[in-house]
C-alpha cells in the first residue's frame, strides 16, 4: 500500500507558475518506488478527475493537449517524490490536484488527498 501526500498548492494569477509536489510512503511487502507509474489528475468543481501528466518507470512522459508545453513533470526515486512544474498557468487551470501512483504501472492505483491550486485572471 502506498500513501501520498501531495504539496505545493495555492493562488497565483494568470501567467503565473507553481511547483507541485508529491511524496510517496509504502507500507506493506517490500515494493520499489522506482518501479511505479506515476502521475497527476486534476477535477475542477463540477466536474470529474483527469489525469493531465504521467511518468513512465523510465521516465517517459505523456501530457494531456490543455496543459502540454505548459506543465512538466518529473521525478526522484531516491527520495520517493513525484513534481509537477507548472508555467503559464490561466485560469482554467483552476483545480484540485492530485497525486497517482500505480505499482508495477498496474490497474491498481493510489491518489493523494490533493492540493487545491487557484488561478486568477
Known amino acids: 500500500q502506498v500513501q501520498l501526500v501531495e504539496s505545493g498548492g495555492g493562488s497565483v494569477q494568470a501567467g503565473g507558475s507553481l511547483r507541485l509536489s508529491c511524496t510517496a510512503s509504502?507500507?506493506?511487502?517490500?515494493?520499489?518506488?522506482?518501479?511505479?507509474?506515476m502521475g497527476w489528475g486534476r477535477q475542477a468543481p463540477g466536474l470529474g478527475r483527469v489525469v493531465v501528466a504521467t511518468?513512465?518507470?523510465?521516465?517517459?512522459?505523456w501530457y494531456s493537449d490543455p496543459v502540454k508545453g505548459r506543465f512538466t513533470i518529473s521525478r526522484d526515486n531516491a527520495e520517493a517524490t513525484l513534481y509537477l512544474q507548472m508555467s503559464g498557468l490561466k485560469p482554467e487551470d483552476t483545480a484540485m490536484y492530485y497525486c497517482?501512483?500505480?505499482?508495477?504501472?498496474?490497474?491498481?492505483?493510489?491518489w493523494g488527498q490533493g492540493t487545491q491550486v487557484t488561478v486568477s485572471s
Open positions: 497517482q501512483a500505480r505499482p508495477g504501472c498496474g490497474v491498481t492505483q493510489y
Open positions: 511518468i513512465g518507470r523510465d521516465g517517459s512522459t
Open positions: 509504502e507500507y506493506g511487502p517490500s515494493s520499489s518506488y522506482r518501479q511505479y507509474c
